[in-house]
């Protein structure tokens, strides 16, 4: 099964105190049928979506029959972050939520699926923040948790960026174009950029062809994505802190029962290395089952949706069948 699903979250209230009733909580599901496999969680990025494994799924290379994460011998299941535009549904209030919030409507959706644990929960970027914040509200829920790309907090470089894409946001003639084509260059590294256009030029338009590839982002972008969904995700990027209720990340951290891998790209210019790095010399003193994995890539950030290979090395060991419980 591959379409979107909805649950129906009766009544829920934000950090804030705003209260939503009847809220929509859109899903996907693939592999095998909910309550026949092991249940893997996947998290998508910022302008992704629950699409992890159909014929267009963005992680169809690792996710799918016989991949790294085979969809024969699992149930995958992927929520879409509220208001990111699934079914045209946006949130008028961005400030009500954070990414703990978020967290919370999807514990609430696998209550109402009736999933108790997961095999493993996984996200990528945002998504892997908003793991983490599953995982220190629901510290026993799931066997393996791994972010990828994605750090428990949102550092002081993420909030600038952020910063800057909300005033571009607010501000150009162009929201949606201008805030992906900065995006962009923290997505992608400059020896990415030079590997790739080598200083070439598209010579109908008269532009080097680095710029033509921007531009091109940022139309598809604006043509697919709506400047209320993308204002709202910018703001839950910014708000990424497992911390936020006092209690200190080693707290919280030692207290999750999980297996955590951490996964870093080298070149990563967003979530850098260096936060997972600083995270693994915490927690590691105190919790063995804890380990960290550095992809080697020119590519940055957007690495872990292009190196599948070095994706697949990483996972092969955690979902390989004779793992599975």
């Given at each position: ?9 009766n009544t829920f209230t934000t950090h ?93 959706g696998l209550t109402l699926l009736g ?140 207290n999750i029962k999980a297996d955590i ?65």
């Amino acid at each position: 099964m591959d379409s979107v699903q909805t649950l129906i979250i009766n009544t829920f209230t934000t950090h804030t105190g705003a209260k939503h009733t009847a809220f929509k909580l859109y899903y996907q599901l693939f592999g095998c049928p909910l309550g026949s496999a092991p249940v893997v969680m996947v998290n998508h990025s910022l302008t992704g979506n629950a699409d992890v494994a159909g014929p267009k799924g963005w992680w169809k290379a690792i996710v799918g029959p016989n991949k790294t994460i085979d969809t024969n011998q699992y149930t995958i299941i992927a929520f879409n972050i509220p208001g990111n535009g699934t079914h045209n549904q946006t949130l008028s209030n961005p400030e009500d939520f954070h990414a703990g919030d978020v967290a919370d409507l999807f514990l609430k959706g696998l209550t109402l699926l009736g999933i108790d644990s997961l095999y493993a929960l996984i996200g990528g970027s945002i998504g892997g923040g908003i793991a983490w914040e599953m995982a220190a509200k629901a510290p026993n829920l799931m066997r393996h948790l791994i972010p990828v790309a994605a750090d428990w907090k949102a550092n002081d470089w993420i909030i600038a960026n952020t910063f800057l894409q909300k005033r571009i946001l607010e501000h150009s003639k162009k929201p949606l174009e201008d805030a992906r084509i900065h995006a962009m260059l923290t997505y992608r590294s400059p020896q990415s950029f030079d590997q790739r256009f080598g200083r070439t030029k598209n010579e109908e338009l008269g532009i080097y062809n680095i710029e033509s590839w921007l531009i091109h982002h940022g139309q598809k972008l604006a043509n697919r994505f709506s400047l209320e969904a993308y204002t709202l995700v910018n703001h839950l990027l910014a708000s990424i802190n497992i911390e936020r209720n006092g209690q200190s990340a080693l707290e919280l951290i030692k207290n999750i029962k999980a297996d955590i891998h951490l996964i870093a790209i080298d070149s990563d210019l967003f979530f850098t290395p260096n936060e997972d790095r600083k995270t693994y010399t915490l927690i590691q003193p105190f919790k063995k089952n804890i380990t960290y994995h550095e992809i080697t890539s020119i590519h940055g950030h957007d690495a872990f949706l292009i190196e599948n290979e070095g994706v697949s090395r990483i996972f092969t060991p955690i979902f390989t069948k004779k793992n599975k419980k």
